[in-house]
């Protein structure tokens, strides 16, 4: 089943430990981005893969890292998080095979950080 | 660069009744137009989009949208909602023409009345 893949669904930590967020696609997709939804902010783009080893900003970058070294994994790394990374997070891709900027969406990674 | 802004952050009907869900957009380039529906605890999937192919676009569901040019707007509906409609939905519009990163609206949540 064609799908991406987000771990962990759920995650409580506390400030200033570090923490990835993993993410996966089976689907050969090239272009690979990371959202953050919150309540009456919509999704918000934190970073984007176009493919493999190029990365760029999005709309709210700060706080946050990724790599793109296989073109499967797109993991996203909060080296040291902050309350107000509190909030749902989305992987998604697309590529040829879905459609040009036909996103398909992980199922979410709520993180909470006290 | 591009924008799309969805009227009314909650919407609510009657089972049967009519669905309407507003969404305009700003581009400088003719746009790539897109309808997303979140269901409860859920990541993001597609109803259907807009690639300037034709402007009645019809989705999943019973769902379509009208791209219409001179109101910039590009709105969604269904003629009988049901129980099951019931989610959050997202507009979202291509940030370039044809480019992978699309900048979403801050959503609209439907509930659906028996």
């Known amino acids: 089943e064609a799908q991406v893949t987000q771990n962990p669904r759920y995650l409580i930590t506390v400030t200033g430990k570090k923490l990835t967020v993993t993410c996966s696609q089976n689907m050969n997709h090239e272009y690979m981005s990371w959202y953050r939804q919150d309540p009456g902010l919509g999704l918000r783009q934190i970073y984007y893969s176009m493919n493999v080893e190029v990365t760029d900003k999005g709309d709210v970058p700060e706080g946050y890292k990724v790599s793109r070294k296989e073109k499967r994994n797109f993991p996203l790394i909060l080296e040291s998080p902050s309350p107000n990374q509190t909030s749902l997070y989305f992987c998604a891709s697309s590529g040829i095979s879905s459609g040009a900027n036909v996103l398909t969406f992980g199922a979410g990674s709520r993180l909470t950080v006290l | 660069a591009q924008s799309v802004t969805q009227l009314g952050s909650h919407v609510s009907v009657s089972e049967g009744a009519l669905v309407l869900l507003r969404c305009n957009y700003s581009?400088?380039?003719?746009?790539?137009l897109f309808w997303y529906v979140q269901y409860p605890n859920q990541g993001l999937q597609l109803l259907l989009k807009y690639t300037s192919a034709a402007t009645l676009v019809k989705g999943i569901n019973g769902f379509e949208a009208e791209f219409k040019k001179s109101e910039t707007s590009f709105h969604l509906t269904k003629p009988s909602a049901h129980m099951s409609d019931a989610a959050e939905y997202f507009c979202?519009?291509?940030?370039?023409?044809?480019?992978?990163?699309?900048?979403f609206g801050k959503g609209t949540k439907l509930t659906v009345n028996p």
């Open positions: 979202a519009v291509s940030d370039e023409d044809g480019s992978e990163k699309l900048v």
């Open positions: 581009s400088s380039v003719p746009p790539y």
